[in-house]
């Protein structure tokens, strides 16, 4: 069954603008890991951010910030100010720390396609 | 250094032929992994290394050979592979292979099956 669910598949935007993803994900564990990673046309995941399961506290980074709310298992992550540099395959992962079946691995949603047009 | 080497970058091969993948990371970190992705698809495991012993196969088959010669080295080796193997082949590694660990890949090998 799938665990992290990016129901958006690509987003297009004009530079300047901002631009939300939207991970949700699902899980039995009380101690979980979320993660961020960028894939632009090169092919190298980049990882940008983790966030754990106890850490709710959001973050920005940048032009980059992130809104984990666990009583809505999401994980959203919002690009400020885009530039074309932005156009990636970007995906939400999920780690958990307690499950025999899925402890060590990481499971990726679908990904997003960002693409920011000048 | 905070890099994950693949090489070759490129790969053609024919159903035949024998190959093998290489990846290096000098982080001194002790998991590592193969990872294949299809076009438009997210990364899918394949085999996990944890302190230079396989501790997860995907169910990958046989055609498919990972190894690890030493912390810093990840291999994959190819034979007999099908047209549909044809992926973008990406490695990892991370400091242990706890969950919390984030994962740093490479550029990965393009390979197509012929």
């Known amino acids: 069954a799938q665990k992290v669910t990016q129901a958006q598949t690509e987003i297009s935007v004009v530079e300047k603008e901002d631009v939300t993803l939207d991970c949700v994900y699902e899980t039995r564990d009380t101690t979980y890991y979320l993660f961020w990673y960028k894939q632009p046309p090169s092919g190298e995941l980049v990882f940008l951010i983790r966030?754990?399961?106890?850490?709710?506290q959001n973050e920005i980074s940048g032009r980059y910030s992130w809104n984990f709310q666990k009583s809505t298992s999401s994980f959203n992550f919002t690009i400020t100010a885009s530039q074309v540099v932005d156009s990636a395959v970007y995906f939400c992962?999920?780690?958990?720390?307690?499950?025999?079946?899925?402890?060590?691995?990481?499971?990726f949603g679908a990904g997003t396609q960002v693409v920011v047009t000048p | 250094d905070t890099e994950v080497t693949q090489t070759p970058k490129h790969l053609v091969m024919g159903m035949t032929n024998k190959k093998s993948l290489k990846c290096e990371q000098h982080?001194?970190?002790?998991?590592m992994y193969w990872y294949k992705q299809k076009a438009k698809k997210p990364p899918e495991l394949m085999f996990v290394?944890?302190?230079?012993?396989?501790?997860i196969n995907e169910s990958v088959p046989s055609r498919f050979s990972p190894e690890c010669p030493n912390s810093s080295l990840l291999n994959l080796h190819l034979h007999a592979l099908q047209p549909e193997d044809s992926a973008l082949y990406l490695c990892a590694s991370s400091q242990d292979g706890e969950a919390y660990n984030e994962q740093f890949f490479g550029p990965g090998t393009r390979l197509t099956v012929l």
């Open positions: 982080m001194g970190h002790r998991a």
């Open positions: 290394y944890s302190y230079e012993k396989l501790s």
């Open positions: 966030r754990n399961s106890f850490d709710e």
């Open positions: 992962a999920l780690s958990e720390a307690e499950s025999t079946d899925s402890w060590g691995k990481l499971q």
